[in-house]
C-alpha cells in the first residue's frame, strides 16, 4: 500500500532520513516508533506530500507522491503532531471546512459529514463548538477531518499524544474499527507500550533509517479482524 525506496531527506546541514526502505501492507496497523528526534514526523510528512525528498521514490496505492500529489492525496488521510482546530466552529463546520478543502462535490458533503460522525460516535455533538469539547473528542473531530473524503491510507503522528488513558482506549478501538473498514494506518508515537494494542506491525526508527520491520503478536480480537479482511467474502 505504501512503498518507499532509498528515501533521503536534508534539513538544512542535518540528514533526517537517510537512505529509507519500507513497505506497508495493504490493511495493516502499522506502528512507527523511534525515540524524539528519530526521523517520525518527517518521514510522515514526506510520505503525506508535504516535504520533497533529496532522494528516492515513495509511491501510495501504487501512485508515486510527487508525481501524482493530487490524485495521492485523494487515497490519504494525515493527522499532523500539531493538535489544533478552530475552536470557534462547530464540528460540522469543521468537517465541513475539512471536506471542502479535500474538494468533495457540495452535494456530497452533507452525507460525507454525518457518515464521518456516525462513525466517530460525533452525531450527538456536531452543533458543540470546537472549544467546548473535551481533548479526546477535539482528537476525535481531527482524525475525523482526516478522513472525511473516505481514504484508504490514513497518517497518524503521535495521535494519543496528551489524552488519557480512557480516551487513549477509545482511539485503540476507533483504530481497530478503522482498520476492519479496510484502512490501512500508519501510527507514530515514542511509545511502543501504546500502539501494541492494536497495531499489525511495528516499525521502529533511528536516526532516520529502519532499524526493525515485524508483524506484533495481536491478540485474538484483532486476528479475528484481520481473518475477516482477507477473506474474499
Ligand atoms: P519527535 O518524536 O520529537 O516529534 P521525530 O521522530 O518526529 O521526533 P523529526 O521531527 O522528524 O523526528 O526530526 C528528525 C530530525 O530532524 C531531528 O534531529 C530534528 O531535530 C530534525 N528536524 C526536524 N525538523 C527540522 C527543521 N525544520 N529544521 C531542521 N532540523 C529539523
New binding site residues.
Partial sequence: MIQISDLTFD????R??NQLNLQVERGSVTALV????????????CIAGLETPLAGSITVVGLDVQEQPRTVHRQMGYLS?FFGLYQELTVAQCLEYAAASQGLAKDAIADAISATAARLSLSDRLEQKASSLSRGLRQRVAIGQAIIHAPQVLLL??PASGLDPEARNELAILFRQLQASGMTLLV?S?ILAELEAYSSHMLV?RD?KILEHRALHQGLASKALQLRLASPN
Fill in positions: 534539513y538544512t546541514g542535518h533526517a532520513l523511534g525515540a524524539n528526534g528519530a526521523g517520525k514526523t518527517t518521514l510522515m510528512r503532531d503522528d503521535e507514530s515514542h526508527l532516520g
